[in-house]
């Protein structure tokens, strides 16, 4: 096993690939490892075949510095000196690691995304990103982020598929004073984004839900606290995306995680977690791929560190298209990662476990949900997770007042509150309404799901928050309530942010041909993708292609085909 090094700062399953279903593309989709000739015969990079030499300019920058390093430069230097003082390579490359990115210039059109330099398309103001590892958060730690919001990024706050709170118009002279108010609720920013191990992503209704099988927050815990932060891994090939859940709906989309970790009962050992590493989206998807082993709630953390070991050691660092564990995973295959794992990494076999079995909702949590203490949590709509800071404010007072002191944030930009008597629960209910944010299961809100888009992000091409409630506005009022969700998700580009490729419809974001011949934002469609019972990519239709205007007409139209010719329970992606 090799470790990381870096140089002083300078002053500054067999589930969930279905087998009996190809996925479901143009074509027959690629896995990464069909991709592995081109460049092999110079190495791909990795740490532990001795490619020790940076292959290209990120990994030379974190060469050249401890990406966790520019935290003190931020307090420092930066948010005393302003902006002019950052340093390029600080600012387009390690502030990630302090969740920090620079947001696109306001008015910036969506064709000129490519072919702008990064200084003619960046603001001076910051994205920041809050990570919220299990989605877990007291009513004080909600407020402290509204008054964040409110008092530094003009109020701005949108929950984010991976459960952060993304907050925007932040000044780098805010950063450490913004910084100081979440670390003294034991909140943080660190490693939310760049080349490390981003939010651990778990199940928001760990250690409450009725039918649980077993609480894997503690695992969640263990991770952030030992390992979040620490130069053991903030070197790694690229983004590490990590999922923990024990709730029998796999309620963390754990096929698109580079690790995840999922109930299941051993018919031997009892309830505990069954290992699957390599998935993700963008190009080349694909899902995560069993190891066959069982592992106990107190081993998650270790197992969780040997693989990641694994990416940070033999991960691909030539080529940043092929920096995802999943081109290892698919390079490797299953047999030879887990023995890897055992061999160099565990030094001990993993126990054989059972696949766990496939869940048959949705697990975003809307709508109203037993405890096993005998109360409830209730989970809320938000319109493709953007909210605000006074909501958010609101939000906190709200749950005390109806006796919680406890919400969690989902991977479906939903808000849920917990340890709601009976009797609180309609007035509960009743006071989020006025906020906008809907515990109705039947409401297109529930459907749709957007990522960040034109509005913040340098590499967008359309706009997709704004649209995505105009989607479910319109289509509330043209088809009134849905008894079976539709998923709508939007991206602003060709990334997969926001996970198009595994909604019932997809949506993509590019420049399109409209009516008048001329190129206007819309989208690329995808039909019919999926998680859980219906774990697929969706099919990319060649030339189906949508304007952004004609966007609620088309969902119209293809719902209502739905609608129509479904069988007896048919789900949109069977
Ligand atoms: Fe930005 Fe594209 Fe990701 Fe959306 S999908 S947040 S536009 S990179």
Same mark, same amino acid.
């Given at each position: 096993?090799?470790?990381?090094?870096?140089?002083?700062?300078?002053?500054?399953?067999?589930?969930?690939?279905?087998?009996?279903?190809?996925?479901?593309?143009?074509?027959?989709?690629?896995?990464?490892?069909?991709?592995?000739?081109?460049?092999?015969?110079?190495?791909?990079?990795?740490?532990?075949?001795?490619?020790?030499?940076?292959?290209?300019?990120?990994?030379?920058?974190?060469?050249?510095?401890?990406?966790?390093?520019?935290?003190?430069?931020?307090?420092?230097?930066?948010?005393?000196?302003?902006?002019?003082?950052?340093?390029?390579?600080?600012?387009?490359?390690?502030?990630?690691?302090?969740?920090?990115?620079?947001?696109?210039?306001?008015?910036?059109?969506?064709?000129?995304?490519?072919?702008?330099?990064?200084?003619?398309?960046?603001?001076? /103001?910051?994205?920041?990103?809050?990570?919220?590892? #299990? &989605?877990? $958060? @007291? !009513?004080?730690?909600?407020?402290?982020?509204?008054?964040?919001?409110?008092?530094?990024?003009?109020?701005?706050?949108?929950?984010?598929?991976?459960?952060?709170?993304?907050?925007?118009?932040?000044?780098?002279?805010?950063?450490?004073?913004?910084?100081?108010?979440?670390?003294?609720?034991?909140?943080?920013?660190?490693?939310?984004?760049?080349?490390?191990?981003?939010?651990?992503?778990?199940?928001?209704?760990?250690?409450?839900?009725?039918?649980?099988?077993?609480?894997?927050?503690?695992?969640?815990?263990?991770?952030?606290?030992?390992?979040?932060?620490?130069?053991?891994?903030?070197?790694?090939?690229?983004?590490?995306?990590?999922?923990?859940?024990?709730?029998?709906?796999?309620?963390?989309?754990?096929?698109?995680?580079?690790?995840?970790?999922?109930?299941?009962?051993?018919?031997? /050992?009892?309830?505990?977690?069954?290992?699957?590493? #390599? &998935?993700? $989206? @963008? !190009?080349?998807?694909?899902?995560?791929?069993?190891?066959?082993?069982?592992?106990?709630?107190?081993?998650?953390?270790?197992?969780?560190?040997?693989?990641?070991?694994?990416?940070?050691?033999?991960?691909?660092?030539?080529?940043?298209?092929?920096?995802?564990?999943?081109?290892?995973?698919?390079?490797?295959?299953?047999?030879?990662?887990?023995?890897?794992?055992?061999?160099?990494?565990?030094?001990?076999?993993?126990?054989?476990?059972?696949?766990?079995?496939?869940?048959?909702?949705?697990?975003?949590?809307?709508?109203?949900?037993?405890?096993?203490?005998?109360?409830?949590?209730?989970?809320?709509?938000?319109?493709?997770?953007?909210?605000?800071?006074?909501?958010?404010?609101?939000?906190?007072?709200?749950?005390?007042?109806?006796?919680?002191?406890?919400?969690?944030?989902?991977?479906?930009?939903?808000?849920?509150?917990?340890?709601?008597?009976?009797?609180?629960?309609?007035?509960?209910?009743?006071?989020?309404?006025?906020?906008?944010?809907?515990?109705?299961?039947?409401?297109?809100?529930?459907?749709?799901?957007?990522?960040?888009?034109?509005?913040?992000?340098?590499?967008?091409?359309?706009?997709?928050?704004?649209?995505?409630?105009?989607?479910?506005?319109?289509?509330?009022?043209?088809?009134?309530?849905?008894?079976?969700?539709?998923?709508?998700?939007?991206?602003?580009?060709?990334?997969?942010?926001?996970?198009?490729?595994?909604?019932?419809?997809?949506?993509?974001?590019?420049?399109?041909?409209?009516?008048?011949?001329?190129?206007?934002?819309?989208?690329?469609?995808?039909?019919?993708?999926?998680?859980?019972?219906?774990?697929?990519?969706?099919?990319?239709?060649?030339?189906?292609?949508?304007?952004?205007?004609?966007?609620?007409?088309?969902?119209?139209?293809?719902?209502?085909?739905?609608?129509?010719?479904?069988?007896?329970?048919?789900?949109?992606?069977?």
């Amino acid at each position: 096993m090799t470790t990381q090094t870096t140089t002083a700062p300078d002053a500054r399953t067999d589930r969930p690939a279905r087998t009996d279903r190809p996925a479901r593309t143009e074509r027959p989709a690629r896995t990464p490892g069909q991709r592995r000739q081109v460049g092999r015969k110079r190495g791909e990079g990795q740490w532990a075949l001795g490619y020790r030499e940076p292959l290209n300019a990120n990994e030379q920058q974190k060469k050249d510095d401890n990406p966790l390093n520019v935290r003190a430069r931020i307090i420092n230097i930066y948010a005393k000196q302003g902006f002019a003082s950052i340093d390029p390579g600080d600012l387009r490359g390690r502030f990630r690691w302090m969740g920090l990115y620079t947001q696109r210039k306001p008015g910036i059109d969506g064709g000129k995304t490519g072919s702008l330099e990064p200084e003619e398309l960046e603001d001076s /103001y910051f994205m920041l990103r809050v990570r919220i590892d #299990g &989605g877990a $958060l @007291s !009513t004080e730690q909600l407020r402290v982020i509204a008054g964040i919001s409110s008092d530094f990024a003009r109020g701005s706050a949108d929950i984010t598929d991976r459960q952060n709170i993304q907050l925007h118009w932040v000044r780098i002279e805010d950063v450490p004073e913004i910084w100081r108010r979440l670390e003294e609720v034991g909140l943080h920013t660190t490693e939310a984004c760049g080349d490390c191990p981003r939010v651990v992503i778990g199940s928001p209704v760990a250690g409450i839900a009725a039918d649980e099988i077993i609480n894997g927050q503690p695992a969640v815990d263990e991770i952030r606290a030992k390992y979040i932060g620490s130069p053991e891994f903030s070197n790694l090939p690229r983004k590490f995306k990590t999922s923990i859940s024990g709730h029998p709906s796999q309620d963390v989309v754990p096929e698109l995680n580079d690790i995840s970790f999922v109930g299941v009962r051993h018919p031997q /050992y009892g309830p505990g977690f069954d290992l699957w590493v #390599g &998935g993700g $989206l @963008s !190009t080349n998807p694909m899902l995560a791929q069993r190891l066959g082993a069982f592992v106990p709630l107190a081993e998650v953390p270790e197992v969780w560190a040997g693989v990641t070991s694994i990416f940070r050691d033999y991960g691909y660092r030539r080529l940043r298209g092929r920096a995802r564990m999943k081109f290892l995973v698919a390079d490797w295959g299953t047999e030879k990662f887990r023995q890897v794992l055992e061999d160099e990494y565990l030094h001990r076999k993993l126990i054989d476990g059972p696949k766990p079995e496939t869940p048959v909702s949705t697990g975003d949590h809307v709508g109203v949900h037993r405890q096993h203490d005998g109360r409830n949590y209730v989970g809320f709509n938000t319109s493709a997770g953007r909210v605000s800071g006074d909501i958010l404010a609101r939000a906190a007072e709200i749950a005390e007042a109806h006796g919680s002191q406890r919400l969690r944030t989902t991977p479906m930009q939903k808000l849920l509150v917990l340890d709601v008597d009976d009797a609180e629960v309609e007035g509960l209910i009743a006071d989020f309404a006025e906020l906008g944010l809907s515990a109705n299961r039947k409401a297109w809100q529930r459907s749709v799901l957007a990522c960040t888009g034109i509005e913040f992000c340098k590499l967008a091409i359309v706009e997709t928050k704004a649209q995505a409630v105009r989607v479910a506005d319109e289509l509330e009022q043209r088809l009134g309530e849905l008894d079976s969700p539709i998923t709508v998700h939007l991206n602003g580009c060709p990334n997969s942010c926001a996970r198009v490729q595994t909604a019932d419809i997809g949506l993509k974001g590019q420049l399109v041909t409209g009516p008048g011949g001329n190129q206007v934002p819309g989208y690329q469609v995808h039909l019919g993708g999926g998680l859980g019972l219906d774990a697929g990519f969706g099919r990319k239709l060649r030339g189906h292609k949508v304007t952004a205007d004609e966007l609620p007409d088309y969902i119209e139209r293809v719902a209502k085909a739905y609608l129509a010719d479904r069988l007896d329970g048919e789900r949109f992606a069977q």
